[in-house]
Structures are given as structure tokens and as C-alpha cells.
């Protein structure tokens, strides 16, 4: 059974840094991506970066670009996201997802997900 658990949210000052873990269980094989989506009070989720564990290839949205980094071991089947020069508008509950094969940006391609876990941003 896949099982996808976050931790490493927070409260922080922007400007600050935080480091989210995503410890994935229950996966075999060397073929899936993880997904950090995120989603903010009466916004809907959105896709902040992915990483496909077959190559290493990612993907960041433009409002992460050159601030988050999106990393994994695999040996530890643990996926990571850090997050630097952190914004009030990067509040959001932050969740991992997992899907078999490439990247996507189709949050409906991820099969599996994660309970999340609450990031605050403070100005």
C-alpha cells in the first residue's frame, strides 16, 4: 500500500526558509514522479514542482522559479522540497503526490496523496 507523509511545514518571516520532507512508502521500481502541489484559502490547488525519479528531470511553476528547489533519495525514498526567500503568498497547505511514469502537470494524473502539511508565511 503507497503511503505519502509530509512533514516540515511551518510558521516563518518571509524572507525566511523552509524544508518540506515527503516520505514515500509502498512504491517499487524506479519510474514515478513526485509532485509538490500546494493550496491557499479559497484558491484552487496548484502544482508548485515535480521531480520524476527515472531521470531527475523537474519542473517548478513560474512563482517558484529560482526560490524552491525540488530534490530525492531514493535510497530513502524521500522527496524534498526547499524552500528559500519564502513569500506571504507562499502560505498554503503543502501536499505531496506520487503518480507511476514522467511528469505531469495534471494534478489528476497523481494517484496518490498525502495528508499535507501547513505553511505560514509572515510579513
Known amino acids: 500500500q503507497v503511503q505519502l507523509v509530509e512533514s516540515g511545514g511551518g510558521s516563518v518571516q518571509a524572507g525566511g526558509s523552509l524544508r518540506l520532507s515527503c516520505a514515500a512508502s509502498g512504491y517499487t521500481g524506479s519510474s514515478n514522479s513526485v509532485g509538490w502541489f500546494r493550496q491557499a484559502p479559497g484558491k484552487e490547488r496548484e502544482m508548485v514542482a515535480s521531480?520524476?525519479?527515472?531521470?531527475?528531470?523537474?519542473y517548478y511553476a513560474d512563482s517558484v522559479k529560482g526560490r524552491f528547489t525540488i530534490s530525492q533519495d531514493n535510497a530513502k525514498k524521500m522527496v524534498y522540497l526547499q524552500m528559500n526567500s519564502l513569500k506571504p503568498e507562499d502560505t498554503a497547505m503543502y501536499y505531496c503526490?506520487?503518480?507511476?511514469?514522467?511528469?505531469?502537470?495534471?494534478?489528476?494524473?497523481?494517484?496518490?496523496w498525502g495528508q499535507g502539511t501547513q505553511v505560514t508565511v509572515s510579513s
Open positions: 503526490a506520487a503518480k507511476f511514469g514522467g511528469l505531469s502537470l495534471r494534478e489528476s494524473a497523481y494517484r496518490d
Open positions: 521531480i520524476y525519479d527515472g531521470n531527475g528531470a523537474t
